[in-house]
């Protein structure tokens, strides 16, 4: 089974920074998508970003990017210039790209919190 | 509907009560999930439908848990002779498709407090 690690229970950066939030997971399949949630305190979880393993290229979102490394499973989030805004639980999560559809596997989740 | 809506948000039940929790997913999404987050926790997979069907039940932690779906859109999760450790948030999603990289649009949960 398929196993994703935050080993970032809390994180804080101060406004208009840059902070990375890591994330590590454990698969023998070669073909995936790995996805950056973000749970504000309404509780709802809104996707960020989201990552294809099969692209070499890191995706971007404004001012989310990721850096993909798929030998090392890695697969961390780089939030810049952050916002008061940006403050919020980060989940990162995975699935399998295979025939039979496995659901979402999420990490435990990092709090961010931003500073003015 | 515009997003997934779940109700009610907040549930609060006796020890040994029975619970119902529904799930209104985007209109036209085939794909409905159920998740439950505990305090300080990542979401875990409960269940999750294919149109009517169940197709993966894996995640239902014991017998008292059971959902249903029965048009295809509409879902409810039923929880029978409630405990103190099923209090959490218990998320719905739903996608457009059961396979691909559709991220999953997701409700504002509803939060379970078994006292």
């Known amino acids: 089974a398929q196993t994703v690690t935050q080993s970032q229970p809390e994180m804080s950066v101060q406004e208009a920074e840059t902070v990375t939030l890591s994330c590590t997971y454990d698969?023998?399949?070669?073909?995936?998508?790995l996805f950056w949630y973000k749970q504000p305190p309404s509780r709802q979880m809104i996707l960020v970003i989201r990552?294809?393993?099969?692209?070499?290229q890191n995706a971007t979102e404004n001012r989310f990017s990721v850096n993909f490394q798929k030998a090392a499973k890695s697969f961390s989030l780089k939030i810049s210039d952050s916002q008061l805004g940006d403050a919020a639980m980060y989940f990162c999560a995975y699935r399998s790209a295979y025939p039979g559809n496995t659901p979402l596997v999420f990490g435990k989740g990092t709090r961010l919190s931003v500073i003015a | 509907g515009a997003g997934v809506s779940q109700t009610p948000s907040n549930k609060v039940t006796e020890k040994g009560k029975y619970v119902e929790l529904r799930c209104d997913p985007i209109s036209g999404h085939t794909a409905l999930y159920w998740y439950r987050q505990s305090l300080g926790q990542g979401p875990e997979f409960l269940i999750y439908f294919q149109g009517t069907g169940a197709a993966d039940d894996s995640g239902l932690p014991n017998d008292r848990f059971f959902a249903v779906r029965p048009e295809g859109s509409v879902s409810t999760l039923k929880i029978q002779r409630t405990e103190r450790g099923d209090s959490a948030v218990y998320l719905c999603?739903?996608?457009?498709?059961?396979?691909?990289?559709?991220?999953?649009?997701f409700g504002s949960g509803t939060r379970l407090t078994v006292v």
């Open positions: 999603a739903s996608s457009l498709r059961a396979a691909g990289w559709d991220g999953y649009t």
């Open positions: 698969t023998s399949e070669s073909d995936y998508y």
């Open positions: 990552q294809e393993a099969y692209k070499q």
